[in-house]
Nanobody
Framework: VQLVESGGGLVQAGNSLRLSCAASDYTFSYYTMGWFRQAPGKEREFVAGMHYNGRDTGYSDSVKGRFTISRDNAKNTVYLQMNGLKPEDTAVYFC?????????????????WGQGTQVTVSS
């Protein structure tokens, strides 16, 4: 499956952004989707995940309460609504997918990756 992210950009701290990730596969509804991010000089880290059942979600402690993951299976798209952005949220954000599996915070468990979209939060 091919994943294409969009929606990144430059925003001031406290503002919001919504990232989108469009998938090419018609079996999208069977994929657990995730968002990871990678800041310069740091490892890729888990941000949020949504189970293919469309109900269960998971978040890293650093974004819990500020970010929301959702999906629209009719559009083969997963979203990441990011509110209350902080400078430390600055990173390249990656969309990822794994077929009929639970949410995982380990990047190595995901099979497919997008090219990433840059999010920069200024103070």
């Amino acid at each position: 499956v091919q994943l294409v992210e969009s929606g990144g950009g430059l925003v001031q701290a406290g503002n919001s952004l919504r990232l989108s990730c469009a998938a090419s596969d018609y079996t999208f509804s069977y994929y657990t989707m995730g968002w990871f991010r990678q800041a310069p000089g740091k490892e890729r880290e888990f941000v949020a995940g949504m189970h293919y059942n469309g109900r269960d979600t998971g978040y890293s402690d650093s974004v819990k309460g500020r970010f929301t993951i959702s999906r629209d299976n009719a559009k083969n798209t997963v979203y990441l609504q990011m509110n209350g952005l902080k400078p430390e949220d600055t990173a390249v954000y990656f969309c990822t997918a794994r077929f009929m599996a639970r949410i995982s915070s380990a990047a190595s468990n995901y099979e497919y990756w997008g090219q990433g979209t840059q999010v920069t939060v200024s103070s």
